[in-house]
């Protein structure tokens, strides 16, 4: 079966749809409820605990259904993912909203599409030229977006976004392709290879907050409690697994394509519920990443 005939295949399959669905609505919702828990759990605590309490669950869960306990070599698997999607990319997002409103965050982080596409290039995966016009854009909409009130009054928050977005995108491809230079990735099968990179990320995450004497407040704040716990089920146990689950079924791409719908569901729900500013400027640079984004996973047909 040649890509193309797999992927409109995959894109028929219910689970892929909910899949997308989970990706595109529910992550758009996180980025504010990191926000509001960060006033009593700090960003490294808040997504390791989570990401532990997520992976406990969905272990029991893989072995209530007959899995087996992942093999020395799926752990280190699954450390190098944690690493790479939990510690870089959920991490250092957290970080990032500590200096910088949560719908900014989310803007800057559909400039993951175009690193994605950089990323698959030692793969063989060449852009077309679409796709390259797309890239091209993109970048120009995040340029852009750098340049408005929100990151530029912080840098550091900018340095955090990036990393978030290049660890993520490295992560997301070497979940499909496998290390460079035709290195496989042993990750467990099914739920439990997931649990096993929550668990893992969830520990790294616990190291760094305890490296940099993270405090969480406690008792905790009941809207802080709140989202902490929305967060664990929606962001964590379901929205990590679906991404996860289009990576194996479909292509970074594809996976990646939650980017056209959170930015906008971030900003409206910062802006609305969050009381956060974005600038007249910043919205126009939203747009130009957007339209970037749809250049970029709009495929022509067979």
Do not use: D
Not at 42 to 57: E, N, R
Not at 95 to 107: D, F, I, K, P, Q
Not at 178 to 187: F, N, R, T, V
Not at 201 to 214: C, N, Q
Request: glycine share 12%.
């Amino acid at each position: 079966m040649n890509s193309t005939t797999q992927l409109s295949t995959t894109r028929l399959s219910p689970l892929v749809l909910l899949c997308l669905v989970a990706t595109w609505f529910i992550w758009g919702s996180m980025y504010l409820a990191i926000k509001w828990a960060l006033v009593s759990f700090p960003p490294f605590y808040q997504m390791g605990t989570q990401f532990i309490v997520a992976g406990i669950l969905l272990a029991m869960f893989a072995k209530w259904r007959g899995a087996n306990w992942p093999e020395p070599s799926q752990w280190v698997g699954g450390s190098i993912l944690g690493a790479l999607l939990l510690l870089g990319g959920y991490g250092f997002t957290a970080l990032a909203e500590t200096r910088v409103g949560s719908g900014l965050v989310v803007a800057f982080s559909a400039v993951v599409p175009s690193m994605v596409a950089l990323a698959e290039w030692p793969y063989g995966a060449r852009p077309g030229m679409r796709r390259g016009i797309g890239i091209v854009v993109g970048l120009i909409g995040i340029f852009l977006l750098t340049q408005g009130s929100g990151f530029s009054a912080s840098t550091s928050g900018l340095l955090f976004m990036f990393i978030a977005c290049v660890t993520w995108s490295i992560g997301s491809v070497w979940a499909v392709y496998g290390l460079p230079g035709g290195i496989s990735l042993k990750i467990a099968p099914g739920f439990m290879g997931h649990a096993s990179q929550m668990l893992i990320g969830g520990v790294m995450l616990l190291l760094v907050s305890f490296a940099v004497g993270e405090v969480p407040v406690w008792p905790p704040e009941p809207m802080a409690l709140a989202s902490w716990s929305y967060l664990m089920v929606a962001g964590s146990l379901v929205g990590y697994t679906a991404y996860m689950l289009l990576l194996e079924r479909t292509s970074p791409t594809l996976a990646s394509s939650y980017t056209y719908v959170n930015p906008i569901v971030a900003l409206v729900l910062g802006t609305v519920l969050g009381g956060e500013l974005v600038t007249s400027f910043e919205w126009v640079a939203v747009a130009v990443v957007l339209i970037g984004v749809i250049l970029l996973m709009w495929k022509q047909r067979s």
